[in-house]
Nanobody, 111 residues
Framework: QVQLVESGGGLVQAGGSLRLSCAAS????????INWYRQAPGKQREMVAT???????NYAASVKGRFTISRDNAKNTVYLQMNALKPEDTAVYYC?????WGQGTQVTVSS
């Protein structure tokens, strides 16, 4: 079973930036894809970004152009760089790999 640990959440003003990290217990290339999801209060969990074994990336329309998913193979860590944050980005952000989920990290964007 793959263990995923997120970090990097916090409180930021609208227009600001945060970088989330997802540290995996396994080789992040061999266990890929790795996904970032988010869940806002009262809403369903939605996929935000994904990175495949080959390094291809995909984004939800709501974050495209503002968020970037990347990975550091040597550190077995996947990142989510979030720029131009909006209040509607406020949510708990989760790292995911198939049936494996991290504990989540809270991102709060104030207006």
């Amino acid at each position: 079973q793959v263990q995923l640990v997120e970090s990097g959440g916090g409180l930021v003003q609208a227009g600001g930036s945060l970088r989330l990290s997802c540290a995996a217990s396994g080789n992040i290339v061999s266990i890929a894809p790795i996904n970032w999801y988010r869940q806002a209060p009262g809403k369903q969990r939605e996929m935000v970004a994904t990175i495949t074994r080959g390094g291809r990336t995909n984004y939800a329309a709501s974050v495209k152009g503002r968020f970037t998913i990347s990975r550091d193979n040597a550190k077995n860590t996947v990142y989510l760089q979030m720029n131009a944050l909006k209040p509607e980005d406020t949510a708990v952000y989760y790292c995911n790999n198939f049936a494996n989920w991290g504990q989540g990290t809270q991102v709060t964007v104030s207006s």
